[in-house]
């Protein structure tokens, strides 16, 4: 349908919208008026990315000075094709003149896009990308000039390579969307390479769709991002983690394994130095005089040939002469030697190290002779010496590039990072696990490229709460901040606070009641009880899986894990991801056969962050505690002092943000559309006090009834009970009167009319 918002004519794809989609896009459409960012929070299953493209894609079309150019962000592959399947059918309700000349693409990793029969076989991302690598580097392409039949190359590649040249990659790719899916299906039926070819119509395309790290991770940004145009709109979805996102990007961790490794790369890297020495000493010698002149700008490589980039950001690389000491490959190879020798007897001292890069840059100088600037060039200096090495197998180089990646950091950065060196995890100190992690702490590093660059970046989720953090986390100013709440006919989520069990003993994860009998007593007969009134699925998460192991032990020792599959089948997620995907899936088999089924999860794991449990599949949530960090990490306790210093951000605050948020987001799996009903229970004391419960978003706090804030498990027994009696019944979809929740193209008519007579 179209209809008319403040003088704009918005086609919408469905046939109704709610109120809040309206109002939705009523705000980013001011952000949009105003040049700036916006920070939005809209309740999950209200149709936030339907509501996004089409306010954005009718703006431009009504705007022809500015041109549709979307960049649309998600956390995971899934996300990304559902955002396209939306795309689609907005495109299809567009007028033909307008539709016929856009184009929407997916971007992903070769592993998602790679065609070529023995190629795409591997299963891990980096061995695939070694095996394009092999069959597409320049000097591989090169050599089969002379020598075709020995040397094996990508066709699909060669097809590309030849249809850029001669400028014809457009035919290749009609107007239009394109999924995953699509681009492999082209790829098989013209025999083009699906990723290289949208890695290059990305500069043309009307919208893009791709992960965070393509824009957020200087290492592929800097590659994939940098020819984006200042007029692009920058969509970050599901953003309530945008935070730790970022700072994982700039951050960097050293095992004993990743030494080892940069041993080995360099033992291989010296033996190729001496092969070519014997063989094409030249080589060598023309990458020595282009480095006194300075690194071979990256932009000049040919597409098959950029690996990653540089890990700090743009603004922040020097463009100067690579210093004498490193440019010959011998003595750059000699002062690696030092630096893995030197982390490595740092590694292996037994102490606890926790310092500025400042004074480690002058730890490694006093130990390695390495001066405090040179390091900084060690990432672009080790590219360009594989590069003139011709080094295809570039996974079996990850551990010497981490190496490099740490150094380029420790010499570029003097704020917002900490190198922490612990002989053993602290939680279990019998384990000798030594790391080195130059850890980040600033997130805004990571996102300011982006705020400076692109004129509109809005930042959406359905868990943002409380929201006025961010602005300060992020350090950026929005010009429209903003949280929904949804419009329901029937009151069809149902949060509970549980604050004791039936034998009033309260409970809680705090540390020093979490091992108590009772509270796992209580928390067991919660869910049994639960289990045995609640149809279909109930999925649990715990704080952590510590905890998670030992609770199911404690239950299964006291009986009541038999009890409660008496009920309902149990399944596990676990940190291996195949399990988790196997327990899911037949998880889902079991409500879908009527047997139902209990799933225990974690929040911050694969299931809390991007599976959906609607409708059947998730009648009921638990939350086991308040999932708090594990607050004795002294990365967390390094993180927190530098937002105390810098942003004024209390301890307190910030423990208290974070933990709400992931809450939030795991009770929200529950409830996906309007039409589709759940419980929610917040089983910790702490959630019945004020500071605890206002972090929560408020579209949930506004179901939250005060009866509902100090429950004991026979009550929420009770509850439960009553609320999936009241879902029993018929109930009017729309709503009526000014309780409307579904708003036809005629009540919009009648609302603008209204609108214009007052």
Sequence with gaps: MWFDLDGLPVCFPYEAIYPEQQAYMGELKRALDARGHALLEMPTGTGKTAALISLITSYSLANPSRPLHLIYCTRTVHEMEKTLAELRLLFSHLRPEDACHLLALGLSSRKNLCVHPQVSASAARDSVDTGCRRLTASWVRKKAESDRESTPLCNYFETFYAADRAGELASYIPHGVYTLADLRSLGRERRICPYFLARQMVKRANVVVYSYQYLLDPKVASIVSTEMQKECVVVFDEAHNIDNVC????????????????????????????????????????????????????????????????????????????????????????????????????????????????????????????????????????????LTLEITDTDQFMHIQKICDFATLIGTYTRGFSVIIEPYDDRMPNICDPVIQLSCHDASLAIQPVFNHFQTVVITSGTLSPIDLYPRLLNFNPVIRRSFTMSLTRDCICPMVLTRGSDQLPVSTKFDMRSDPGVVRNYGRLLLEMASAVPDGIVCFFVSYSYMDGIVSSWNEMGILQDIMQHKLVFIETPDVVETTLALDN????????????????????????????RHYGRLVIMFGVPFQYTLSKILRARLEYLRETFQIQEGDFLTFDASRQ????????????????????????????????????????????????????????????????????????????????????????????????
């Design 247 to 386: 700072i994982e990007a700039m951050s960097v961790s050293i095992r004993k394994q990743t030494l080892e490794g940069a041993k080995r790369n360099l033992r291989h890297i010296s033996q190729e130095i001496d092969r070519f020495k014997a063989t094409d000493a030249n080589r060598l010698r023309a990458e020595y005089n282009r480095l006194v002149d300075g690194l071979a700008q990256r932009g000049n490589l040919p597409i098959s040939d950029a690996w990653l980039a540089n890990p700090a950001l743009p603004d922040d690389i020097l463009k100067e002469a690579v210093p004498g000491n490193i440019r010959r490959a011998e003595h750059f190879l000699a002062v690696l030697w030092r630096l893995v020798k030197t982390l490595d007897e740092l590694i292996e001292t037994g102490n606890v190290v926790n310092e500025r890069p400042v004074s480690f840059a002058s730890s490694i100088y006093s130990l390695a002779v390495i001066d405090k600037k040179t390091p900084r060039f060690f990432y672009d200096r080790l590219q360009s010496l594989l």
């Design 587 to 614: 998880y889902r088999k079991a409500c879908d056969c009527g047997r139902g089924a209990v799933f225990f999860s974690v929040a911050r794991g694969k299931v809390a962050e991007g599976i959906d449990f609607d």
């Design 663 to 758: 809450a939030a987001q795991c009770v929200g799996r529950v409830i996906r559309s309007k039409a589709d009903y759940g419980m929610m229970i917040f089983a910790d004391k702490r959630y019945s006090r004020h500071d605890k419960r206002s972090k929560l978003p408020g579209w949930m706090l506004s179901h939250l009834h005060e009866a509902h804030l100090n429950l004991s498990t026979d009550m929420a027994q009770h509850t439960a009970r009553e609320f999936l009696r009241r879902m029993a019944q018929p109930y009017d979809k729309a709503g009526s009167g000014v309780q409307k929740t579904l708003l036809t193209e005629e009540d919009l008519q009648d609302m603008s009319r209204d609108a214009m007579e007052m």
